[in-house]
């Protein structure tokens, strides 16, 4: 009946159709949104009442013969308006319920890939409304890449300029030789990004920006050369897939131009956590750069990978000096760099993850196995151009983002999981949408719900079809046979 499965929920025979919604106060921008989904008036003596109560994300849900109730805090009412909204999909009859609701796990996130292929503010925007039907609640921009620059910063110009901008693509995984012969780019204005923030903050979501270092940094060295390793070599935007040798350098300039980013990227972004990327970050430069051969006799540091963790740890203090998290993907966290204030994006193997808790971090289970949406959904009929594994709707939803073998210590370390959407491949926002969901619907699953049974998720999915078809059409063919 209601996608994610809520923790309680008791139907009775007969349904109810509300004519108006009543709401003040705190309650009045969850009953704006829900004006937003169906076609009600404000009015005192409305028969949906939406009222503020209690913490945190817990709501409940009330529909009876003589109305409807939603009580809330101000973000569990935003939960509730997308559960009445799921049960109204079918028209203005509503079912008779009661459902007392809360989420398992506090961040349920998807990550968009921006940097590889540009998507358009309205796609953005469109995936906000998506993922909130859901309760979703966390959007990750991946904002920056070597293939190309998107978050615009007033003191680096070049960034989006020349950063932006690529002359080509590759055609096909990394090593291809193919290219397309055509120019790609684009960047946001901080209008955008405000703005998109503030209309997910509507919804209960959050928007986490994500600023790639120490690698994957080529788009950033194409515009700013002297921030590298080899400051007079001339570097064009990448128009590779796969890992560039090209890393920022660790001379004090480098860190001058990261905190005046970041600065700028905490004036656009109030989330709590900022991720720093932190992944694939081969030392070969640093191994020959006179830069880096510097820095390690300063540092005191055994050799050139020990500036890897340095690096995250350097930046990582700046933001913990700013009062934000910073957040890497698991191949960055480092027990002699990163600080105990950062969380880790375990996107590898949930082991990884149990290291981390170990040494005091807090996780994002991310594991590509489960979570990468880029991957393709079946081993036939699938668009060209995608990694070879298969990540089916049903590996989604089977992702338990808290292994079982964790004791309660480990487990409570544990944010919750996020989906991943890469788009070397993905060219536009039809075909991402096509690939988001319905996963999306069974990550939601897995990340708000304790309760949860394979063949009853299927149940409500095809039963849902009809409302996934609406908000998402592009989407992939459900096949729940």
Same mark, same amino acid.
């Given at each position: %009946? ?53 913490? +945190? ?10 109305? @409807? ?93 020349? !950063? /932006?901008?690529?002359?080509?693509? %590759? ?21 955008? %990004? ?33 921030? !590298? ?18 890393? =920022? ?5 480098? =860190?001058? =131009? ?39 006799? /300063? ?11 340095? =690096?995250?740890?350097? @930046? ?6 700013? +009062? ?91 944010? +919750? ?49 009809? %409302?996934?078809?609406? @908000? ?10």
């Amino acid at each position: %009946m209601i996608i994610p499965k809520p923790l309680h929920l008791t139907r009775s025979p007969g349904s109810y159709r509300p004519a108006a919604i009543a709401a003040t106060g705190d309650a009045l921008p969850a009953a704006e949104l829900l004006r937003t989904y169906v076609d009600l008036p404000l009015s005192a003596d409305g028969d949906v009442v939406l009222e503020t109560s209690g913490e +945190g994300e817990a709501y409940t849900l009330s529909v009876t013969p003589s109305g @409807i109730h939603l009580r809330g805090s101000t973000t569990g009412l935003l939960h509730a308006v997308q559960s009445l909204r799921q049960l109204m999909s079918h028209g203005r009859d509503v079912p008779l319920v009661e459902v007392r609701d809360e989420p398992r796990f506090a961040w349920r996130g998807v990550m968009l890939d921006v940097a590889r292929h540009f998507q358009p503010i309205s796609y953005l925007y469109r995936l906000v409304d998506q993922i909130a039907l859901y309760k979703l609640n966390v959007l990750h921009l991946h904002l920056t890449d070597d293939q190309g620059w998107r978050m615009p910063i007033d003191r680096y110009p070049a960034l989006t300029s020349t !950063g /932006a901008w690529r002359t080509e693509s %590759m055609i096909g995984p990394a090593g291809s030789t193919t290219r397309d012969h055509t120019p790609h780019g684009g960047a946001y204005t901080k209008a955008e %990004m405000r703005a998109l923030v503030a209309h997910a903050a509507s919804r209960g979501i959050t928007v986490v920006p994500e600023i790639e270092m120490p690698g994957h940094a080529r788009a950033a060295l194409a515009a700013y050369p002297d921030l !590298g390793n080899f400051p007079s070599r001339a570097l064009p935007v990448w128009t590779d897939w796969g890992v560039s040798d090209a890393l =920022f350098g660790v001379q004090d300039h480098t =860190f001058t =131009f990261l905190h005046d980013v970041l600065t700028e990227v905490l004036e656009v972004f109030p989330s709590p956590h900022i991720h720093i990327g932190g992944d694939e970050c081969p030392t070969t430069e640093w191994q020959t750069s006179p830069l880096a051969a510097t820095r390690i006799a /300063a540092e005191g540091l055994p050799d050139a990978a020990a500036l890897h963790g340095w =690096f995250l740890g350097r @930046i990582s203090e700046f933001l913990v000096s700013q +009062g934000r998290h910073p957040l890497c993907w698991d191949d960055g966290e480092n027990p002699h760099g990163l600080p105990l204030s950062a969380a880790v994006m375990i996107w590898r193997d949930p082991k990884h993850g149990l290291e981390a808790v170990r040494r005091g971090h807090h996780l994002v289970m991310a594991p590509f196995r489960n979570t990468y949406l880029d991957y393709p959904q079946s081993s036939a009929g699938e668009p060209p151009g995608q990694p070879a594994a298969v990540v089916s709707l049903e590996d989604v939803y089977r992702n338990d983002p808290l292994p079982a073998e964790w004791d309660e210590e480990c487990a409570a370390r544990v944010l +919750g999981t996020q989906g991943q959407l890469w788009t070397e491949f993905v060219k536009t926002p039809e075909h991402a949408e096509y690939l988001a969901f319905p996963r999306l619907c069974a990550l939601a699953e897995s990340a708000w719900s304790v309760d949860r049974s394979w063949p009853d998720f299927t149940d409500r999915l095809s039963a849902h079809a009809p %409302m996934l078809a609406q @908000i998402a059409p592009h989407h992939r063919p459900l096949d729940l046979a």
